[in-house]
């Protein structure tokens, strides 16, 4: 049994192959090292810059002062963070709950999704930072507020991807479902629902993203201080006080957390994904 | 034999919106326990009629029976039928088991319950080992047998199939057709076998029913007088074999001549 195989292993590979191979490694290593490497190129540039033009710290602080005052004001800015983060996770919670329950409405008629879908995009096309203010005014409660604002950011991708990824089921499958006397739940269930898991799982990429963003510009239109203010609060206090370091501290806590919830939800996404579908299997040629 | 009748159409006629008249005229009787090709070039209406039967799409002139279906609750005839598309038609995301479990689990049959009769379908043909897989893991024969296996899991009567086999290559082909038949024997099943092919119709089939474009209507009704089971390659070289591949291809092409172009 086992010798065709055998003799199949002892072919050594030809020139092209063999340069398949290294340059597969060599993109391996590439993908972790590159980015590393500019990284630190750029970190290294920005101190010799600011220490070549004598730059004052309260117009751009070096690198490490960045971190000094990352570690000093830790216990300040991770609570802005955590409050910054309740808004984000309600806000895209609700993006998806609202998102998909909207969807599914629109897959079950279609005089809904004609009448409705037009609000879904103004919301959407709609600056949420011209409609902050006004959301402020109607509704007392600045959470509430907050998370209406970052809402509003976050549901349309996770509405329009899964409205699409509803409507995309195999037609033959739903003419099988049919000839069973599948029910409607049953349908939506079994076909609907799963097909449009990649769909919503690109919207939820987006949305996770864009929930952090919708907070943040909310946070900035609030303004108000106090306990349990979030980062963007922090920024706008810290410029008052000409306090550049922490303005630099705080915008890299952001852009930390926006790439953590990424990776979480490319995790999420390949968790559901990578047994069946297109966009998570690895090809051999 | 005296064998009953399954299923009767009747002048049945179906005009669509856009105008189009797929089908003109056809009447049908299926036996019991026969297997019925319709064959035809595309635009013939085969499909459409299919689709009749399984009563995924209403006919606008004619009648269809049921002369020996039980009725159900509701007071529609209980057809049991299963269709198997051209297309394996999985649901990627489940595995085989899965897949062929669903006719069942449709009706309210748990996993559990649903556990030996699953088996015993994916046994059928020849998948047993495959259970825990996902679609992509297999071949396109491989999956056409997934889809076969799924649609005799309900233990049908009738069993609609629309060019199931049209997609693979010859070899694979050959080998499914050799196991239909295998199956069509065992189960007692009666088959509507939709496909363009005269080889393949006359390889399986007892009876042949040629079908012609604009409008859809049919030709020719041939009888292919063989029994079963045909033996592979000695009844393709047999006097039946050809004979009903001659006739059914001299149906075809008149049927052609008269009508306009392909």
Known sequence: MATPLENAAKIPLDPVEQRKVRIARNERIGRWVLPIIVVVLTIVGWDLFCVINEVPHYVIPRPGRILQVLIEDWSLLISSLGATLVITFSALTLAIVGGVGLAILFAQSKWVEMSFFPYAIILQVTPIIVIAPLIFIYVDSKFIGLLICAWIVAFFPILSNTTLGLKSADHNLADMMKLYGASRWQTLRFLRLPSALPYFLGGLKIAGGLSLIGAI????????????????????????????????????????????????????????????????????? | MTTKTLLSLKQVGKAFSNGTVALQDMSLDVQEGSFVSLLGPSGCGKSTALKIIAGLGNLTT???????????????????????????????????????????????????????????????????????????????????????????????KLLLMDEPFAALDEITRSKLNDDLLHLWQKMDWTVIFVTHSVFESAYLSDRIVVMAARPGRVVADIAVDAPYPRGGAEFRSSQAYSDASNTASKALHAAMQSGDHL
């Open chain 1, 217 to 285: 510009v909310a946070e900035f239109v609030a303004g108000s201080g106090g306990a349990g203010s979030g980062l963007a609060f922090r920024i706008l206090e810290a410029s008052y006080r000409l306090n550049i370091p922490r303005m630099f501290a705080a915008i890299l806590l952001i852009s930390f957390t926006g790439i953590l919830i990424f990776m979480a939800m490319s995790f999420l996404s390949w968790l559901f994904l990578h047994k069946w579908h297109e966009s998570a299997i690895k090809r051999e040629m």
């Open chain 2, 62 to 156: 004619g009648t269809m029976t049921w002369p020996t279906a039980t009725v159900d609750q509701l007071g529609r005839p209980d057809h049991e039928i299963s269709f198997v598309f051209q297309e394996p038609t999985l649901m990627l995301w489940a595995t085989v088991f899965d897949n062929v479990w669903l006719p069942l689990r449709l009706k309210g049959t748990t996993k559990k319950a649903a556990r030996a009769a699953v088996e015993e379908a994916l046994e059928m043909v020849g998948l047993k080992d495959f259970a825990a897989s996902y679609p992509r893991e297999l071949s396109g024969g491989m999956k056409m047998r997934v889809s076969v296996a799924r649609a005799l899991v309900t233990r049908p």
